[in-house]
């Protein structure tokens, strides 16, 4: 990903969202040929010069300081995520030296994290930050069997939400679960251009899917760490359920998420079905194994 084409776009983009009037400034004249802000408001509410900003949403952002960016990030009216990507943007921007870390390809699950994840009674998951499903507890798999088991493999949510039929089903609300999945493979976007396996993916989606092209060319970025989803299961119906991401320390860039129903709800009831369906495809797959019957 070109990087400065990354910054002019986002920068492009969240300008043309402000009107004068929101950031405080007076609307000379009824002939504006921008909807949103000019370069030369952004300027004057960021305290800088318009040659510099100008230069900033040209993609030259290498060496711009901290104390500029917060002023442009106030201009532009920028949320946690946003701001937070901006920076992440003006970080690639520099120079990469001979030692310029790299994210590996795929990330492994330690023995001692899948254990964790086994000992929750929650369904839980492990995922990395390009959406790559690498482990799961029991009620997790059985929870999101239609992405482990979906013909758009690996299984990998983004892939499963753009690319499979069946993801419509399964999220009732599917625009914006899928929405909600651009804008997190965007963030990481920011944070990690030189993963190649997530370019490969975004890649993938762009050629794949016009929904995608299209929400990923907005620019919208989301932190994903708490929050409810709905759901419609093939075997046990709808649930409402409530998530927690949690980062683990030690594994950069993998995330425990965990789901919880409210007590005594028709979803609390709906993972207690779906505890006993788990059970019961566990007790098939053991029948069916090799040497199961004594033999």
Do not use: C
């Not at 969202?17 to 040929?33: D, F, H, S, W």
């Not at 499979?164 to 990690?192: H, I, K, N």
């Amino acid at each position: 990903m070109d990087n400065g084409n990354e910054i002019r776009d986002f920068l492009t983009s969240r300008r043309a969202r402000i009107t004068p009037e929101q950031a405080g400034l007076p609307a000379y004249g009824g002939n504006r040929r921008v909807a949103g802000l000019r370069r030369e408001e952004v300027a004057l509410l960021a305290g800088v010069s318009i040659d510099y900003y100008v230069r900033l949403e040209r993609g030259r952002a290498a060496g711009a300081s901290a104390g500029v960016l917060e002023g442009i990030a106030r201009a532009l009216q920028l949320d946690e995520a946003e701001r937070a990507h901006l920076f992440d943007l003006a970080r690639a921007a520099a120079p990469a030296g001979p030692h310029a870390p790299r994210r590996p390809a795929r990330q492994q699950v330690r023995p001692s994290v899948q254990r964790i994840l086994d000992a929750m009674t929650a369904p839980a998951y492990i995922r990395n930050a390009r959406t790559d499903i690498l482990a799961a507890n029991r009620l997790g798999a059985a929870l999101f069997s239609p992405v482990l088991g979906s013909p758009a493999q690996p299984a990998n949510n983004a892939r499963f939400l753009f690319l499979d039929p069946a993801a419509q089903a399964f999220y009732p609300e599917w625009e914006r679960q899928a929405q909600d999945v651009v804008a997190m493979l965007r963030t990481e976007a920011g944070r990690a251009p030189h993963d190649k396996a997530l370019s490969n993916l975004i890649g993938e989606l762009s050629t794949r899917s016009e929904d995608f092209r299209v929400w990923w060319a907005a620019h919208n970025v989301r932190l994903h760490r708490t929050g409810t989803k709905r759901f419609h299961h093939p075997a046990v119906g709808d649930l409402t359920l409530t998530y927690e991401a949690l980062d683990l320390a030690a594994d950069a860039g993998l995330r425990i998420s965990a789901y919880t129903a409210e007590p005594g709800t028709s979803s609390d009831d709906a993972l207690q079905l779906l505890a006993t369906w788990a059970a019961t495809l566990d007790e098939a797959a053991a029948a069916s194994a090799p040497g199961a019957d004594g033999g």
